[in-house]
């Protein structure tokens, strides 16, 4: 049974490069804890028996293993030229239209009537991934006049983006609505939701998910930023996803949004990702430069749950070294005394309520007596994810019942989860599970203390009130 000897967690994507078991399994052992199925690529089917072999192994190895869905969300995308391509010079005249007819060098046909709706004379278009940009001289409602600021080679179906503009779009297209319910039926454990514009996008998707999953809102938008704290209210995660972030916001403006994020995650005690790039030149090559290893360390010093793998892992030529990278960053940020300066020196006060009270003092108490482990149990989780809010100085041993609580907490900084099938019959069962599952995966040695927490009465979901303290 594998225990991971860090805090930080690591996402790994799945593809043509990782479909098969003895690849996801070797990533597993690699230090993957999450998997991320990208339901913009793949069909149905090929997530299913992904799926599987997840589960498969998950059986294997005897650990839990976190299963991410991530929704496509809505694509904005030029339509066709009737000879594939074009090239347009910057400085010159370009419209786009709602004429389905092959577009030429003059215009193309944009086939989303909620641009032309929201966008005004003066606004910025960028596509291709932000290789070509345009601004908006004249929109007569159902065309709009262009003039090329940065031309460039344009071919069929690239990508619109429009960062200046909020889109009258939901996060939620009928595409994704159908690959929800199908995840949900699969037992994905997270579902991450796609170009977050408002609280709103999210609670749309929470009351079709309930608590079959959690949810994690990706924000990849500027104006996600704008409702920055509405959003991870109201969200079970975050992700800070980089990729068309980088594409909407100046590239100086992004890593000082990064660390905006990420503070915002830490003071509300939810789950942050940092994804997109990390170590790219590993899709090509067997080690990452400098720079894309300093990304992942400055990620982990900041104090984020987990780093996230795309390309690398899931079409690259060396999946499983980039999980092993990244695995040993975070291991050697993780030695380093100014790591732990750093979560100390980004602590939040808990909030005035019970829990974070009981999970706060948790934290000090192990610091203060060097404790083994804060070992927690748990039915839905929430005792858990406040303990790891506070990032204590050990391990947290998160107990529960069930199995999807148990996958979910997967993602979570400093969790090692567990399955335990039965509540505590009493107080004295507590101290002995808690004492006997310490020892038993190598977290605590005999005469060790450890603090326990959980809430009463067992097994009622709810808030963490109970702190308790033994030796091993």
Request: hydrophobic share 45%.
């Amino acid at each position: 049974m594998i225990k991971r000897e860090r805090y930080g967690k690591i996402v790994a994507t799945l593809g043509p490069a990782s479909a098969t078991k003895d690849v996801i399994h070797a990533l597993y052992e690699a230090g993957a804890d999450v998997f991320r199925l990208n339901f913009s690529h793949g069909t149905h089917e090929d997530h299913r028996k992904t799926h599987a072999l997840i589960r498969e192994i998950e059986q294997d190895v005897g650990r839990p293993i976190g299963i991410l869905l991530d929704l496509q969300g809505p694509k904005l995308r030029v339509a066709t030229f009737a000879e594939g391509s074009i090239f347009l010079n910057s400085g010159q005249m370009f419209m786009f239209d709602q004429n389905p007819n092959p577009g030429d060098r003059v215009r193309v046909c944009l086939p989303h009537p909620e641009i032309f709706a929201a966008v005004k004379v003066g606004d910025t278009l960028l596509l291709d991934d932000g290789l070509l940009r345009m601004t908006v001289v004249e929109n007569t409602g159902d065309v709009l006049h262009m003039t090329v600021d940065v031309g460039g080679k344009l071919s069929n179906r690239k990508g619109v983006n429009v960062p200046s503009a909020q889109l009258p779009l939901s996060a939620l297209t009928a595409k994704d609505k159908e690959d929800l319910a199908f995840g949900l039926d699969l037992g994905v454990d997270w579902v991450a939701l796609s170009f977050v514009q408002t609280a709103h996008d999210v609670e749309q998707v929470k009351s079709i998910v309930g608590d079959r999953a959690g949810v994690l809102a990706k924000l990849e938008k500027p104006q996600a930023i704008e409702h920055l704290e509405s959003i991870i209210a109201v969200s079970d995660a975050i992700m800070v996803a980089r990729g068309d972030l980088g594409v909407e916001m100046a590239p100086e403006d992004v890593p000082a949004v990064q660390k905006a994020i990420i503070r915002a995650c830490l003071k509300a005690g939810k789950p942050v990702i940092v994804a997109t790039q990390m170590l790219d030149s590993m899709v090509r090559s067997p080690t990452p430069t400098r720079a894309e290893a300093s990304d992942v360390a400055t990620a982990i010093y900041d104090g984020v749950d987990a780093v996230m793998l795309s390309a690398e892992s899931a079409s690259g030529q060396y999946p499983v070294g980039a999980v092993g990278m990244m695995d040993r960053i975070i291991k050697r940020v993780e030695k380093d005394p100014f790591w732990r300066q750093q979560l100390e020196a980004n602590r939040y006060e808990p909030q005035p309520h019970t829990s974070d009270a009981i999970t706060a003092a948790a934290g000090h108490i192990a610091a203060n007596l060097e404790a083994a482990a804060v070992v927690t149990f748990t039915c839905s989780g929430s005792t858990t994810f406040s303990a790891a809010r506070e990032r204590p100085m050990c391990p947290i041993l998160g107990l529960t019942p069930s199995i999807n609580t148990a996958r979910k907490l997967t993602l979570v900084w400093g969790v090692h989860a567990l399955v335990r099938l039965c509540h505590p019959k009493d107080m004295d069962d507590m101290v002995a599970a808690a004492c006997h599952e310490a020892v038993t995966h190598g977290f605590a040695h005999e005469k060790d203390r450890i603090v326990i927490t959980a809430g009463m009465p067992f097994g009622t979901p709810g808030g963490t009130n109970l702190l308790r303290i033994s030796r091993v």
